[in-house]
């Protein structure tokens, strides 16, 4: 009986452990997908390098992530498809042309791009286990952030890109 006692309590615990965020990371919902981010890691990252990010974008009056309402009112059962395509596009087009002459900025450009790749995976295991329906809305808004990029030469829409990502984490902790 005492046995069974503890294997109960081990299971308690470690199915606890399992359901906590580690330091610094949130929980994020997206239909029935959830997983943990390290939002506090990118946010600071990030903010190391926006000013620098941001003073290289040589279009100010155009905005990919924000172009009249790309994020704004996505339906709860379309988050998970939009934040895994913008998660997709963020590691296969824009980290990747998000080169400077500073090795700083390189090196933060870097971190954040492997903690985007990590939550990519997470959210490629929901879009796999069907948790992670894409919608018509969510296919126009991606289609939509995706031809803002389109119109810019590759360098100027991965930088405009990067310079936005807190549209982007603002989004996702507004959606939370």
């Known amino acids: 009986m005492k046995g069974s006692h503890l294997l109960l309590c081990l299971f308690s615990m470690s199915c ?19 997983i943990s981010v390290s939002v506090t890691e990118i946010r600071s990252g990030f903010a190391a390098i926006k000013a620098n990010i941001q003073a290289r974008d040589p279009i100010r009056t155009l905005s990919i992530l924000s172009y009249p309402h790309s994020l704004h009112k996505v ?3 379309d988050r998970c498809c939009i934040t895994y395509q913008l998660f997709n596009f963020y590691v296969d087009k824009v980290f ?7 090795s700083y900025v390189n090196r933060k450009i870097s971190s954040i791009a492997n903690s985007f790749l990590s939550v990519k995976r997470k959210l490629g295991q929901c879009h796999e286990q069907n948790k992670c329906m894409c919608g018509q809305e969510s296919t ?3 289609k939509q952030i995706l031809a803002n990029y389109e119109g810019l030469n590759v360098t100027s829409a991965a930088i405009k890109s990067l310079g936005e990502l ?5 989004w996702m ?4």
Do not use: M, V
Not at 22 to 32: D, L, V, Y
Not at 96 to 102: G, I, P, Q
Not at 173 to 176: A, D, N, T
């Open 16 to 34: 606890w452990l399992n359901l906590t965020p580690t330091a610094g990371n949130k929980i994020f919902h997206f239909g029935s997908c959830r």
């Open 75 to 77: 339906k709860s059962s």
């Open 96 to 102: 990747k042309h998000c080169k400077t002459e500073d």
């Open 140 to 142: 126009e808004k991606f």
């Open 166 to 170: 807190d549209i982007l984490l603002d």
């Open 173 to 176: 902790e507004k959606s939370r």
